[in-house]
């Protein structure tokens, strides 16, 4: 069975502080990779995506991933966090031929203006 | 264009009621999905249509969780003689294919008292 495990429950950072958020899975097979947000009050929406090529992806807000197939990681990273990105993160898995996704228990972060 | 959306959004029900959620997902959209999220965790899935078709109904929790899509568009999760462990929040994603990024709803808050 897939499972996504994201290792931080709570972050909390000052503006301009690096983030790094962690997500590992477990699949027996070729995967899609994404990272959700949720900002406060709004629906879960697409921060990024993987599913082929080059294993550092980019996406909305200056956030990027990287996928490490060896270990099984999809970690999120921003260089420089901005008060808006107080948010709840989730990390998720599809298998290349399944609809379904797996979703971790999410990592709520938030930014100190 | 117009997003995902859930009606209710909120549902109070007592103990042995029976509920009705609606879900309209963007047009156009072959897949849909429905998600339980209970309070601290991820969406956790609960079954996927493929058009008007049922793909994958594995995550239902019980006999008395039932999903239709009868044309393909509009779904409806109906739980029948809910429980208190049925409260949670109700999430509906659309996709335009199977394995790509879903679109969520703002998710129904179903609370049983």
């Known amino acids: 069975a897939q499972s996504v495990s994201q290792h931080n429950h709570h972050v909390i950072l000052s503006e301009a502080a690096s983030l790094e958020l962690g997500c590992n899975y477990s699949y027996g097979g070729t995967v899609n990779l994404f990272w959700y947000v949720q900002y406060p009050g709004q629906h879960l929406q697409l921060l990024l995506k993987?599913?082929?090529?080059?294993?550092l992806v980019k996406g909305i807000k200056g956030f990027e991933a990287e996928f490490i197939k060896s270990k099984f990681s999809f970690n999120l990273r921003k260089p420089s966090v901005q008060w808006s990105d107080t948010a709840e993160y989730f990390c998720?898995?599809?298998?290349?031929?399944?609809?379904?996704?797996?979703f971790g228990d999410g990592t709520t972060l938030t930014v100190k203006p | 264009g117009a997003g995902v959306s859930q009606s209710p959004r909120y549902k109070v029900a007592k103990r042995g009621q029976d509920v009705a959620l609606r879900c309209d997902p963007i047009s156009g959209h072959v897949s849909l999905f429905w998600y339980q999220q209970a309070l601290g965790q991820g969406p956790e899935f609960l079954t996927y249509?493929?058009?008007?078709?049922?793909?994958?109904k594995s995550g239902l929790p019980s006999d008395r969780f039932f999903a239709e899509r009868p044309e393909g568009s509009v779904s409806t999760l109906k739980i029948q003689r809910t429980q208190q462990e049925d409260s949670a929040v109700y999430l509906c994603?659309?996709?335009?294919?199977?394995?790509?990024?879903?679109?969520f709803g703002p998710g129904t808050r179903l609370t049983v008292t």
């Open positions: 998720a898995v599809n298998g290349h031929n399944a609809g379904k996704s797996t």
């Open positions: 249509f493929q058009n008007e078709a049922q793909l994958d």
């Open positions: 993987y599913f082929s090529g080059d294993p």
């Open positions: 994603a659309s996709s335009p294919r199977p394995i790509y990024e879903q679109y």
